[in-house]
């Protein structure tokens, strides 16, 4: 991805019956030395007041305040190319060649690149010519609920389907449910990289107990080539399903890994500090 003039725009929409919400950020871009930052104001949100709604928030991330985006140039495409949990990508990819598919569990605090490992590892896995994704906006029947439907934005591939729970707005098991039950393959289907599909969960930690034992029951059912991965922040709340999984744990990247990358950025070392400082608290402070 290139940083020059650097925009970010998020589309959303959830409606059930007539009811809809759209909204769309401003962003601006502010430079410092060689790095594009791209600042995301706060959003602005239509409303339109119909009947049959389910509940629902008009934004999927917490844009209360004003957040400073890092761009996004710097971002690997393949597990090779990693330089920051350079060893997990690395054993990553030794499954790969070796043709090993596991139910994984990424976690890790926020901005650590979970997402960016998960598209790495599913193109070097299924795509490696080249991984063509889209967001559409996904319609989920909510059967038994007053509600009818409800519509979900989704990122796309021909092999696989992420969702993000944090845009779900409590209809986690209509949805989750919902994917899993269209990934279940034929038959006929032999297990192979041509028809595999990967189902993607972000803000897995959103995932209940009673849902988490769905999953577990789900895939010990219908084993085969189709994968599930979770991106949480730790995997001790995925307990009804870590078994099942390998887990992954990412880690914001070093002082050194970041000069690697790029050259230096105070407003970055800043937010290394930071977290740095987060996870002394945790080891050190939690009861």
Not at 50 to 62: F, L, N
Request: with cysteine; charged share 20%.
């Amino acid at each position: 991805m290139s940083v020059g003039d650097h925009s970010m725009q998020t589309q959303s929409e959830v409606s059930a019956g007539d009811h809809s919400i759209q909204s769309t950020p401003a962003s601006s871009t502010v430079g410092r030395g060689g790095n594009i930052w791209v600042r995301v104001l706060p959003k602005t949100v239509t409303f339109q007041s119909q009947v049959d709604s389910p509940p629902t928030s008009a934004e999927s991330t917490p844009a209360a305040e004003d957040e400073y985006v890092w761009a996004d140039k710097y971002r690997p495409n393949f597990l090779k190319d990693f330089i920051c949990n350079k060893d997990a990508a690395r054993e990553l990819y030794q499954q790969v060649t070796a043709q090993e598919c596991n139910h994984i569990i990424f976690e890790g605090p926020p901005a650590v690149g979970k997402r960016s490992m998960v598209s790495a590892l599913i193109r070097d896995a299924l795509a490696p010519d080249g991984l063509k994704t889209e967001e559409i906006i996904k319609r989920f029947e909510l059967k038994g609920e007053i509600a009818k439907h409800i519509d979900i934005r989704v990122k796309i591939s021909g092999h696989h389907v992420e969702v993000n729970l944090a845009d779900i707005h409590g209809y986690e098991k209509h949805v989750i449910t919902t994917l899993l039950n269209e990934s279940i393959p034929s038959p006929n289907s032999i297990c192979s990289h041509a028809n595999c599909r990967v189902i993607v969960v972000h803000d897995a930690d959103k995932l209940s107990y009673d849902l988490q034992h769905y999953i577990g029951w789900f895939l010990g059912r219908y084993v085969g080539c189709n994968k599930i991965m979770f991106c949480c922040s730790d995997a001790s709340n995925l307990e009804d399903v870590r078994h099942l999984c390998k887990v992954v744990t990412l880690k914001p990247p070093s002082f050194d890994e970041v000069l690697k990358i790029q050259p230096i950025d105070f407003v970055w070392i800043f937010y290394l500090l930071i977290c740095n400082a987060v996870q002394f608290a945790k080891k050190y402070f939690n009861p």
